[in-house]
């Protein structure tokens, strides 16, 4: 595997969008491929030349789920809730999506797909799973509590299907359906050229609830690079052809047990150990690795950063929520981390980019997760190379706080719950 990495996991931040203004010569399209349950050290150990050919262009880094580990943001590393991290930019203590029951998602924390729909009614969306709950649950179509969302295509629900997909002990029959999908989305990529798309491939995960560690799961991350090279040739016959601007993100949703590998939903090191590979230009500092601290990308991070591709505006109320910040372009801060003590909020940061101040904001309330706003006071505002300030609290009222550190590229936020 392509192996430009950092290797320590750590707490990610959240983004403010100022969003920038870009010369669009091509046209901008987006694609994100979720591989089912595969940690960082299992993808890098075995031979996998598509992604790798993919790296190439891009880049590739370890990456992390799991939200905040010990915080109010930790996240269960378990499929759905980690790719309605994905879809919303958020961790679980605001989407709330806690497990593949997907009992009561928050849909006032917005996806990638009702941004886009929203802003751009007129581009095209597209879904291609095996899991149905993941385009009318997750995604939200069709819901009133999502204005009624609707997908310009959906190839899915083939769990569902018993009679072409007769289900037997091996799970060879998501095998199957994981070929189908790849196929699929191959030709209506190379066809249509859908503006955001998403692919999800199970089989890798399966293999690894069964067998654990061993041949049979690395022999389904083979299968799984080579349905992937058949998406990137589509996708290379767009941009080749009609000129098109494709950044293409691949992820995973949680790693695995560090015992036998058969399980995943803690807290290990190796269940929240995940990795990103992309063909994005202009990856920055923090996605590289060569901020100067140990911190690595969370799979919150790739919805802002496919943002900004697809030049989408994300309203100050709702980007104040977001969990994730841009892995392309300028950032000016990453790294929060607030401490609480005798009256006094002190926060720090690492500054990336050191032009321009940071402003402290501060509300005591969470009106959002309601579908109201919360009003936040400037407390503060000191140059962002300082990397620290500190504000009176002692006059506000205890027990909840919400901090948003706006720079002039992006914005991280954190809680104080006490």
């Not at 849909?107 to 581009?123: A, D, N, V």
């Not at 289900?167 to 209506?188: F, G």
């Amino acid at each position: 595997m392509y192996k430009t990495i950092t290797c320590i996991l750590a707490v990610c931040s959240t983004l403010f969008f100022s969003p920038e203004s870009y010369a669009q010569p091509s046209p901008r399209k987006a694609l994100f491929i979720i591989v089912d349950g595969i940690s960082a050290d299992a993808i890098e150990k075995v031979e996998t030349p598509n992604l790798d050919a993919i790296a190439e262009v891009g880049g590739y880094t370890r990456a992390y789920v799991g939200g905040g580990k010990g915080t109010y943001s930790q996240t269960p590393t378990i499929s759905a809730v980690g790719y309605n991290s994905l879809l919303t930019g958020t961790w679980v203590n605001k989407h709330n999506v806690w497990d593949n029951r997907i009992k009561e998602p928050n849909y006032h924390y917005w996806t990638l797909f009702r941004f886009m729909e929203e802003q751009y009614p007129e581009k095209k969306t597209a879904v291609f799973s095996t899991w149905l709950d993941n385009r009318t649950k997750l995604i939200g179509e069709s819901l009133p509590q999502t204005n009624n969302l609707r997908l310009d295509y959906a190839f899915d629900g083939f769990e569902l299907d018993t009679i072409q997909f007769p289900h037997d002990k091996d799970a060879h029959y998501i095998h199957l359906i994981d070929e189908k999908v790849a196929t699929e989305a191959a030709r209506y990529i190379r066809e249509q050229s859908p503006d955001l798309s998403w692919v999800y491939l199970e089989y890798t995960d399966d293999m690894g609830h069964r067998y654990g560690d061993g041949e049979r799961f690395d022999e389904s991350i083979r299968i799984m690079d080579k349905q992937i090279g058949r998406i990137w040739e589509a996708v290379q016959v767009r941009q080749k052809q009609y000129g098109e601007d494709w950044k293409v993100f691949i992820t995973t949703d949680h790693g695995r047990s560090a015992d036998t590998g058969k399980n995943h939903g803690g807290q290990s090191d190796r269940e929240r150990s995940t990795w990103i590979t992309t063909n994005a230009l202009g990856l920055n500092r923090y996605f590289r690795g060569t901020t100067g601290i140990a911190v690595v990308p969370a799979i919150v991070d790739i919805m802002p950063t496919l943002v900004r591709h697809l030049g989408l505006t994300i309203p100050r109320d709702q980007a104040l929520e977001l969990d994730g910040i841009p892995l392309t372009g300028k950032l000016s801060l990453i790294n929060p981390a607030v401490h609480k003590e005798e009256g006094k909020l002190t926060t720090t940061w690492k500054a990336i980019d050191k032009e321009g101040t940071v402003k402290v904001w501060l509300a005591t309330t969470n009106q959002f997760e309601e579908g109201g706003k919360d009003s936040y006071s400037l407390l503060a505002e000191v140059p962002v190379s300082q990397e620290q300030a500190q504000v009176d609290i002692s006059k506000l009222p205890k027990g909840y706080y919400k901090i948003v550190l706006e720079g002039k590229y992006n914005s991280v936020n954190r809680w104080v719950v006490e």
